[in-house]
C-alpha cells in the first residue's frame, strides 16, 4: 500500500500552528549557528536542537505531562511530525534518549536566545515605555520528607514524621532538590519547598517581555524585578524613561529609590496598612493620570502567569535544579508569546 499525501497536505490550511510554525522557523533559522556547535562531533549523533526545541514547544502547548508520552504522540500523531520535521515513515527516539538530549543540549542560554528572538519580533507590538512586574510560587518536585537537616543530625526514619520539629531553610535542605527552598507566600498558607517564578510584561498586549526564576525568599521578588529592569535599556542601548507597575508587595522605599534610580517611574499600589512609615508611594505619584493608567493594566500579567501554571505545566515543575527550572520558565515564556504573536500580527494596526 502506498500513499502520495504528505504530511504538509494533512495538516489543514487554518491549523493555528501554522502560524507559529513559520515564526518558529525564522527564529531557528537564526539560531543555526549557535546550534552549530552543539552537534556531536563523535560517537552516535544526537538529536538535532531544532527538533528538540520544536518537540518541547509541543509538549507545553499540549499539555502533555511527560516524555514518554510525548513520544508515543510523536510515533503516530501527524501533526505532531509535521510540526517537529519527522518524516512519516522516520523511526522515533526513545523517551531516555531524548530526555538526556534534551538536558544536554538545551541550556539556559539557548532558552534566553530562542526567548530574545521571539520578543524581537513583537516589537512593533509592545509597548516600549509601560511595564509591569510580579512574581509567582513554583513548586518544586521534591516532598516535604526530603527536608533534612543539613549536618545529618535528624531522626532516624524517612523523614515522614516531623511533626513538631523546628526546621528552617538555614539548617535544612531538600535531598531530593537541594536548590528548593520551604517557603510559605501568605501568613495564613503552607510552607512548601518552592520556587519564585518574575515576569516583566509589556502593558499593551501583556507579552511577556522577560522571566526568570530564583530561590523563593522574602526579597527575591524585588531583587528579580531590578534586575529585569535594569536589563530593558541595555538590550536596546538606549536609556529612556519607563514605568513599571506592580503590587502592594513591592511597595517598600529600598525597591522604590533603587527604580527611580534605574530611571523608571514606581507605579506600585499603596500599602497603606503598612504599620511603620506608611506607602513609599505619595501623591506626587498617584496625582497623575499615567498611575491609574498602569494600575488598571497591571492586571494582564495575570493571564501569562495562569497560561504558564495550567498549560505550561509550571505549577509543579517536574524539573530539579534552579538552572532547569530557570530554563523551563524562559522557554514556557517564550511558547506564550508564539501563541498569541499570530493572532496580533494578523489584526489590523
Known amino acids: 500500500m502506498f500513499s502520495y499525501v504528505s504530511a504538509e497536505q494533512r495538516v489543514p490550511s487554518d491549523h493555528p500552528l501554522r502560524a507559529v510554525r513559520r515564526l518558529v522557523d525564522d527564529v531557528l533559522r537564526e539560531m543555526s549557528r549557535e546550534f552549530d556547535g552543539l552537534y556531536a562531533k563523535v560517537g552516535r549523533p544526537s538529536i538535532p536542537p531544532e527538533r528538540l526545541l520544536r518537540a518541547q514547544l509541543l509538549q507545553i502547548f499540549y499539555s502533555i505531562r511527560s516524555e514518554r508520552l510525548l513520544m508515543e504522540q510523536l510515533d503516530y500523531n501527524l501533526l505532531f511530525r509535521w510540526f517537529v520535521g519527522v518524516e512519516l515513515d522516520e523511526p ?6 531524548f530526555t538526556k538530549n534534551r538536558d544536554r543540549l538545551l541550556n539556559q542560554d539557548i532558552a534566553r536566545s530562542f526567548f530574545r528572538r521571539v520578543v524581537d519580533r513583537a516589537t512593533g507590538l509592545m509597548s516600549d515605555e509601560h511595564f509591569t512586574v510580579d512574581g509567582t510560587l513554583i513548586e518544586a518536585w ?3 520528607k526530603s527536608f533534612q537537616p543539613k549536618d545529618g ?4 526514619g524517612d523523614g515522614r514524621d516531623f511533626r513538631g520539629q523546628q526546621r528552617r531553610n538555614d539548617t535544612h535542605a531538600s535531598t531530593t532538590d537541594p536548590d528548593a527552598k520551604l517557603y510559605r507566600r501568605t501568613h495564613h498558607g503552607e510552607a512548601r519547598l518552592s520556587y519564585l517564578g518574575h515576569l516583566l510584561i509589556e502593558n499593551r498586549h501583556g507579552l511577556i517581555v522577560d522571566a526568570m526564576v530564583t530561590q523563593a525568599d522574602g526579597h527575591a521578588e524585588r531583587d528579580a ?3 529585569m529592569l535594569d536589563a530593558l535599556d541595555r538590550r536596546t542601548g538606549r ?10 508587595g513591592y511597595d517598600t522605599r529600598d525597591f522604590v529609590e533603587v527604580v527611580r534610580a534605574l530611571g523608571v517611574t514606581p507605579h506600585v499600589t499603596q500599602n497603606l496598612t503598612r504599620p511603620r512609615g506608611g506607602s513609599a508611594i505619595d501623591g506626587r505619584t498617584t496625582r497623575h493620570p499615567g498611575y491609574a493608567q498602569s494600575q488598571h493594566a497591571r492586571p494582564r500579567i495575570e493571564p501569562a502567569f495562569g497560561w504558564l501554571k495550567t498549560i505550561g505545566w509550571l505549577r509543579k515543575v517536574k524539573l530539579r535544579g534552579l538552572a532547569k527550572v530557570d530554563w523551563l520558565l524562559v522557554f514556557a515564556s517564550a511558547a506564550f508569546n508564539l501563541k498569541r504573536l499570530p493572532k496580533l500580527l494578523a489584526s489590523p494596526a
Open 92 to 97: 522515533i527516539w526513545a523517551p531516555t534518549v
Open 142 to 144: 521534591a516532598s516535604q
Open 153 to 156: 543530625s535528624g531522626p532516624e
Open 225 to 227: 524585578a531590578w534586575l
Open 239 to 248: 536609556r529612556r524613561r519607563h514605568t513599571v507597575g506592580a503590587d502592594k
